[in-house]
């Protein structure tokens, strides 16, 4: 319980989302408050931005406040002690509204489909951030679906290491914000060991239950098989015969290689990646029939194995020219180049598919960054090639701009308009490359090092409309 200068009178009502008063004046701040937080900046200064509690747990007689920062993207959510709270600025949750259902009666809004499957990767960046997987669907009348469940294959994870072999279907994120949710707002993983990478995740993810308890969770850095404990991890390892993510190795160059795996064909592995993925994606909703879904991983190479870096996955049919459904770099390789070496390579595979393509918008916050500064080295390295045709200004158009990159129109046009490149002049449109962004362009092409060399691409795409079920 906490003291407050003016205590409110007490509420009539208990319940998530209330405050209560203990009897003698004093309040208890639970579930719905919001309050200035105090938390540490980029530059590791002291701030108070407006905070929302979502939960309240007692560990060793002391009470911790698990905050969202309104404003900020939920990665930066944490667990915090009383004395970081501001309780003189403390504001009261506003009344859940409440709508009829169809007897009648008063009750909570009802769900539909079109609210409940929020598409993969749609949300408005983590680093890179679209999502492949999906909520569990109904299977459609007259196509018939195998078992959607981790687990079903024969290479699901064995029982013999104490842990299910399905993570749990509930706690997928739906798009309206209601108390059911509240758990999926919530990181529930600590820590992920991976390799030699330990991770703090950013988001929820529906690892089954009992290993949310666990300090420290830990995966198979090959087949992405998790396991609870470090002696689980060992015993597995003499027997997990992968040294690379399965599926065919379609690239390589140097350390770098990239594996193209079938979400069919490896349902397990494509899974496993799906759940770790939401680690550091947020706004997906999970479901585990992956078939639709091809997955192309980047690893670097040492002396143990190719270790996975980053991902990207994408729809085997898309009719809105997606060429990316969820893209990830794992944390420990972030801020390295690695990010657009994985946009680079998409776009070489629309290339050679001879389409232009666009990844599933809308994008989250570091995706779109990453996005537009690939878009913007790309375009702006065409543009500054162009050469004069006797003595005439170059020229060239959108739609050749397009064709060049594989970048779809649309993109192309918002990436000029973002660089404020393209001027209306004399009845045209002209494109006018200050000094600033010549040099700035200049600038940022000699710090990216790693580049797709597309003579070691060996891809062949295939026709997916004749192949009936994927």
Known sequence: PVTHNAPLPPCKRRGPGRVRSVGD????????????????????????????????????????????????????????????????????????????????????????????????????????????SRRLIPSQPGRKRKANCVGTDEDSQDSSDGIPSAPRMTGSLVSDRSHDDIITRMKNIDCIELGRHRLKPWYFSPYPQELTALPILYLCE?????????????????????????????????????????????????????????????????????????FYVMTEYDSKGFHIVGYFSKEKESTEDYNVACILTLPPYQRRGYGKLLIEFSYELSKVEGKTGTPEKPLSDLGLLSYRSYWSQTILEILMDLKSDNGERPQITINEISEITSVKKEDVISTLQYLNLINYYKGQYILTLSEDIVEGHERAMHKRHLRIDPKCLHFTPKDWSKRGKW
């Open 25 to 132: 004046g004093r309040l208890e701040v639970i579930e719905g408050c919001r309050l200035p937080v105090l938390r540490k900046n980029q530059e590791n200064e002291d701030e108070w931005p407006l905070a929302e509690i979502l939960s309240v747990k007692e560990v060793a007689s002391r009470k911790l406040y698990y905050v969202h920062y309104i404003d900020f993207n939920k990665r930066l959510d944490e667990w915090v002690t009383p004395d970081r709270l501001d309780l003189k600025k403390l504001q009261l949750p506003k009344k859940e509204a409440k709508t009829p259902t169809k007897n009648g009666l008063p009750g909570s809004r009802p769900s539909s489909p079109e609210r409940d499957v929020v598409r993969a990767g749609r949300e408005g960046e983590s680093q890179m951030s679209n999502g492949t």
């Open 222 to 294: 090959f087949c992405l098989k998790y396991l609870k404990s470090l002696k689980c991890l060992q015993r597995h390892l003499t027997k997990c015969n992968l040294r690379h993510p399965p599926g065919n190795e379609i690239y390589r160059k140097g350390t770098i290689s990239f594996f193209e795996i079938d979400g069919r064909k490896n349902k397990t592995y494509s899974q496993n990646l799906c759940l770790l993925a939401k680690c550091f994606l947020d706004h997906k909703t999970l479901y585990y029939d992956t078939d639709p879904f091809l």
